[in-house]
């Protein structure tokens, strides 16, 4: 994981999405493909709160974010909850 330095210059061209479940309360984060700076062609998944969108990016590689979510999907995680 890494905080995406000078963002704020692309960060409004990066295609945001959040789950369909999301509640209207906002208490979600929002996802976005974007291209490695440090790893040229390296596929980075960028990561913002929904609620300030302003805010800090944080980015992870794209088999570690599908890890990730593939653990949520199996249940891995939910002795967390």
Known sequence: MSQMHGANAGRDQLAWRKSRRSGYQGNCVELAT??????????????????????????????????????IKNGELDDLA
């Open 34 to 71: 974007a291209a490695g700076s440090a790893a040229p062609g390296a596929n980075l998944v960028a990561m913002r709160n929904s609620r300030e969108p302003q805010g800090a990016i944080l980015a992870f590689p794209a088999a570690e974010m599908a890890a990730f979510l593939g653990a």
